[in-house]
């Protein structure tokens, strides 16, 4: 059982940037792929962002809605990933979780073992 803690959610301005924080329980975090997804209100649950395990090579992977504003980034000594999200817009209001890839593949909700309870991300026009 892997338990995860989103923070650094918040109210920003178009244009503003916001760090995501997840801290993630275990011993093992650097074997995990690590995602982030969002929600918006009426809306289903989206991919956002995957970073892979450190033995895979820390690979990364954007949504096309983010490639370019947006940013994964993992600490092992801290069990934590990160979203840096830059040039905010409107449309990236959502409820926003990160969760753990075991073995599955990226950017499918299916393939993600475990959900934090995820944090508010508001952007005002």
């Known amino acids: 059982q892997v338990q995860l803690v989103e923070s650094g959610g918040g109210l920003v301005q178009a244009g503003g940037s916001l760090r995501l924080s997840c801290a993630a329980s275990?011993?093992?975090?650097?074997?995990?792929?690590m995602g982030w997804f969002r929600q918006a209100p009426g809306k289903e649950r989206e991919f956002v962002a995957d970073i892979s395990s450190t033995w895979s090579g820390g690979r990364t992977y954007y949504a096309d809605s983010v490639k370019g504003r947006f940013t994964i980034s993992r600490d092992n000594a801290k069990n934590t990933v990160y979203l840096q999200m830059s040039s905010l817009k409107p449309e990236d209001t959502a409820v926003y979780y990160c969760?753990?890839?075991?073995?599955?593949?990226?950017?499918?909700?299916?393939?993600?073992?475990?959900w934090g309870q995820g944090t508010q991300v508001t952007v005002s026009s």
């Open positions: 969760a753990v890839r075991l073995r599955g593949p990226v950017a499918d909700m299916g393939g993600y073992d475990y």
């Open positions: 275990g011993r093992t975090f650097s074997t995990y792929g």
